[in-house]
C-alpha cells in the first residue's frame, strides 16, 4: 500500500509541475519550484505535503461521488417492491436513518428537512471516504469545493429563516430578546451568521486535509512491508464519518435556531429525559 | 534573519499549544459524558452522541490554528537555501574584512 501511495505523491508532483509550466497559482507555484528543483537535482523526495491540492482534479473527483450517489439511488429504486429486499432494504435504512437523525434534532416538522441534510451527510461521508482508495482524491481536500458546501447550507438556512417567519420575522430574529439591546445584540448576531458557512468549511477542510498529510507522511516514512499508514487509516475512516455527522448535525441545528423553537421542545421525542425519568418514578412507587 | 527564527518558532509553538488546550477541554467534555453515562446507562445514546458533539466542536478550534500553519508555513525559507547562503555570507566575510 504504501508504494500506491508514493504512486499517488508522484501523479500529484507530475501536476504540479505541470501547472506551474503554464503559471499556475501562487500556493501551486510555491510548491512546484519545489518539485522542479528537487525533479531537476535528480532524486525522488517526497513533494511538500502542504501543498494545496489541485482543484479541477479534485473537482472531477466530487463529479465521480456525485454520479455513484446516483448510480445509488437509481440501482436502489430498480423493481421497487413494497416488501423490500436486499440492496433496496439497504437504501431504505440509510433513508429512514438520516431521516430518524434529522427529525430528532429538529423536531417533529423536521421531515422536509431530510433531502437536504441527508444529501450534504452523504455528499460529505463519500467524498472524504474516497481520498483513503488509491489513484482517488478527496475533494473536501479542497477549501473551495468544502466553502461551496458551507455557502449552500447557509443559503438555505437563511431562506428557511425567511419562509417560516417572513421577511420582518427574520429581521427581528437578529434583533434579540429585547429591542432595547438590539443595537449591542444585532452586529453580534449578524456576524455570528455570516461566519456561519466559514467555520463549517474550514473544520470540514481542515480536518480532510490533515489527515490526507498525515497519511502522505507516514507512508512516504514507511517501507515497502511494513505499512506504518494502516492504524492511522482506520482512524481516518472514523474521522470521515464523524466530520461528516457533525455538518449534518450543525446544518440541523443552523436550521431549529431559525424557526425560533429550539431543541429544549424536543426532549420527548426520543423517550424520557433524566427529569421526567424521576417523575414517573416518583409516580408509580407506592 | 530575525524574521526567519521568529517565524519558525511561532509556527513551532502554535499549534502545540492549541492542543494542550483543546486536550484539557476534551478531557472536561468526556469525563463529564462518562460519568452521565454512568449514572444512567439508558441514556447511553444521547450522551455519546452529544459527546462526539462537543469534541469535533472543541477538535475544530485546533483545527484552525493548524490553517494557520499552513498558512504560515509558505513563508519560511528552504534549508539548503539557508545554508548555501550562509556558506556565501561566510565566504565573503572570509576574503573581505569584517566592518564591525
Known amino acids: ?286 | 534573519m530575525v524574521y526567519f527564527m521568529a517565524l519558525a518558532l511561532a509556527l513551532g509553538f502554535g499549534v502545540p499549544v492549541a492542543v494542550l488546550s483543546a486536550a484539557l477541554g476534551q478531557g472536561k467534555a468526556a469525563a463529564a459524558a462518562l460519568e452521565g453515562m454512568a449514572r444512567q446507562p439508558e441514556q447511553t445514546g444521547r450522551l455519546q452522541t452529544a459527546m462526539i458533539l462537543a469534541l469535533a466542536f472543541i477538535e475544530s478550534l485546533v483545527i484552525f490554528t493548524l490553517l494557520v500553519f499552513f498558512l504560515m508555513q509558505g513563508n519560511l525559507p528552504k534549508t539548503s537555501d539557508v545554508l548555501s547562503a550562509i556558506q556565501a555570507g561566510a565566504g565573503a566575510a572570509a576574503t573581505a574584512p569584517a566592518t564591525r
Not at chain 1, 512546484?32 to 479534485?58: F, I, M, R
Not at chain 1, 450517489?69 to 417492491?81: I, T, V
Not at chain 1, 452586529?187 to 497519511?215: H, M, Q, W, Y
Not at chain 1, 450543525?250 to 429550539?262: A, K, N, R
Request: charged share 15%; hydrophobic share 45%; glycine share 10%.
Open chain 1, 1 to 286: 500500500m504504501p508504494q500506491s501511495h508514493t504512486d499517488n505523491l508522484h501523479a500529484r508532483q507530475r501536476i504540479l509541475l505541470a501547472q506551474a509550466e503554464t503559471g499556475g497559482t501562487p500556493v501551486e507555484g510555491r510548491t512546484a519550484t519545489h518539485a522542479t528543483t528537487e525533479a531537476a537535482g535528480g532524486h525522488e523526495e517526497a513533494e511538500n505535503p502542504g501543498a494545496v491540492p489541485n482543484a479541477t482534479l479534485l473537482f472531477a473527483n466530487s463529479v465521480l461521488v456525485a454520479l455513484i450517489l446516483l448510480g445509488f439511488a437509481l440501482a436502489a429504486r430498480r423493481r421497487a417492491e413494497s416488501i423490500p429486499r436486499g440492496f433496496q432494504n439497504f437504501a431504505e435504512w440509510v433513508v429512514e436513518s438520516l431521516n430518524k437523525f434529522t427529525v430528532g434534532i429538529i423536531g417533529p416538522g423536521g421531515e422536509k428537512y431530510t433531502p437536504l441534510v441527508g444529501t450534504v451527510f452523504l455528499y460529505i461521508y463519500l467524498s472524504n471516504l474516497i481520498g483513503i482508495i488509491p489513484g482517488f482524491h478527496s475533494p473536501t481536500t479542497n477549501l473551495t469545493i468544502t466553502l461551496a458546501l458551507g455557502v449552500v447550507v447557509f443559503v438555505y438556512v437563511q431562506y428557511q429563516g425567511i419562509r417560516q417567519n417572513g421577511l420582518v420575522g427574520y429581521v427581528k430574529h437578529f434583533m434579540g430578546p429585547m429591542p432595547a439591546l438590539s443595537p449591542l445584540i444585532a452586529p453580534v448576531e449578524i456576524i455570528s451568521e455570516c461566519i456561519k458557512p466559514f467555520t463549517l468549511a474550514v473544520r470540514l477542510f481542515g480536518n480532510i486535509f490533515g489527515e490526507d498529510v498525515i497519511l502522505i507522511v507516514l507512508a512516504s516514512i514507511g517501507v515497502m512491508f511494513l505499512p506504518l499508514h494502516l492504524l492511522v487509516v482506520l482512524l481516518a475512516m472514523l474521522t470521515d464519518f464523524v466530520q461528516a455527522m457533525v455538518f449534518a448535525i450543525l446544518t440541523c441545528i443552523y436550521i431549529s435556531l431559525m424557526s425560533h423553537h429550539g431543541p429544549e421542545e424536543h426532549a420527548h421525542e426520543e423517550g424520557e429525559g433524566p427529569t421526567e425519568a424521576m417523575a414517573h418514578a416518583h409516580e408509580t412507587s407506592p
